[in-house]
């Protein structure tokens, strides 16, 4: 296995015109290059991987992050939360329970 985790995180962006709400608007992509940076810090490059993804189906609640292979939704996704993400779905394997989505936020509308 290449990498140990993938974290995909949404840069998904309709443009200003949409009626719907984006997560590359509202800041996917400075949560990405936060989390290269903590990678990067962590010493994990090559073990960890954030690459920026498509939408998640999930963005009326965005910015949206998941950690493979374990699964970890992550919604409304904020700077001040990402070094709770990182070290503990990263780190630790385990979901930062304050702050992970709920079945009824990733339901299929």
Not at 16 to 23: F, H, I
Not at 54 to 64: I, K, N, Q, R, S
């Amino acid at each position: 296995m290449k990498f140990k985790k993938h974290i995909f995180i949404c840069t998904n962006d309709r443009g200003e015109e949409s009626a719907r709400k984006s997560c590359g608007s509202c800041g996917g992509m400075d949560l990405r290059k936060e989390l290269v940076k903590m990678i990067n810090d962590n010493g994990l490059k090559g073990k960890v991987r954030a690459n920026k993804s498509g939408c998640l189906d999930v963005c009326e609640h965005g910015p949206a992050i998941v950690i493979y292979p374990e699964g970890h939704w992550y919604l409304g996704v904020e700077k001040k939360d990402l070094k709770r993400i990182f070290d503990t779905s990263i780190l630790s394997n385990k979901p930062a329970l304050e702050l992970i989505a709920d079945d009824s936020q990733l339901k299929n509308n």
